[in-house]
Structures are given as C-alpha cells and as structure tokens.
C-alpha cells in the first residue's frame, strides 16, 4: 500500500472491539498517512471532504443490515466499496454507484479501492449515482411513507 499510493490518506472514523487489532495492524505494516478519528457526530461533514467511502464487515460474527454509514457516504456524494453481505446488496449496485466486495478477499478490496483511486471521472459518477439513489429511496419523506404503508394496512 505505502508503495502504490504515496499520497493517499485513510480516514478512520468510529470504534469498535476491533479498533485496537486494526491500529496495531496498521502499525506493524507500516501504513503511512492513516488517522484513527474515533467516534465523530459531524460525520457528513468529514463524509463531504472525502474521494471513496470504505465499510469492510466481518461477515464470520454478524452480515451488515442496512447500514448508516454507507446511506450516509452515499447521501454526501462518495462511492462506496463494502462487504457484499447483509443489507448492502440493497444500497449498492455493484459497479454502477459504488462497488460490493468479498469478504476477507484482501485482493478484490484493493483491486476495487485502486480502480476508484485511479478513475475520477467514474469516481464522480458512482457518487452522483448513489447520492440519486439515496434521496430517492432512503429520504426521510420516503421512509415516513413506507412506515405509514405498514402500520396502516
């Protein structure tokens, strides 16, 4: 990674009872430029300054239902790339506004996060796509209406 992208800064946002394996990881490997953030409630605004949003789920403990976090990159104009497991399939299609990943396939991650570094035109339009995508499925009007339809019928 070093090698590859020189330039490139990770964003580590949130906690979790892995945080501590993922920064020792990240200290033996050596990878330059990372930033453990911790919990942060003004997440779209750190969402807003970003190029690719990244959710790597351990698919061996639990599957991702509908995530947050990627509604929330995708509402704030950032391809995705995430584990292909749970809900995700729901939010992304595959290739047209974000990417989905195996599971623990070290090399279909960095394969998909390179492709996303290295085309910024198609970095932008999977982005358009899934901000689109969100206001017109997950808003706020939207999920209000589905609720209704439930309960009321």
């Known amino acids: ?8 800064h990770f964003l580590c946002v949130g906690d979790g009872s892995k945080l ?19 919990f942060r409630p003004d997440i779209i605004n750190i969402c807003l300054n970003l190029d690719i949003g990244v959710l790597l789920t351990n698919t061996s403990g639990h599957a991702e239902g509908l995530s947050n976090s990627i509604i929330e990159m995708m509402a704030s104009r950032l391809p995705v790339v ?10 992304i299609n595959d290739g047209i506004d974000g990417s989905l990943v195996k599971a623990f396939d070290v090399d279909d991650i960095f394969l998909k996060i390179s492709y996303l570094i290295d085309k910024k ?13 969100i206001k017109k499925s997950f808003s706020l009007n939207k999920m209000v209406e589905r609720y209704e339809k439930i309960y009321l019928t």
């Not at 501590?20 to 911790?38: A, M, P, R, W």
């Not at 995430?82 to 939010?91: D, I």
């Not at 198609?122 to 796509?129: A, C, E, P, S």
Request: no cysteine.
């Open 82 to 91: 995430a584990t292909n497991a749970g809900g995700t399939p729901e939010l």
């Open 20 to 38: 501590s394996e993922v920064k020792s990881y990240v200290k033996k490997k050596k990878i330059k430029n990372t930033y453990f953030l911790g």
């Open 121 to 133: 035109v198609k970095r932008k339009q999977f982005g358009l796509k899934a901000m689109k995508k």
């Open 1 to 8: 990674i070093n090698g590859f992208y020189k330039n490139i």
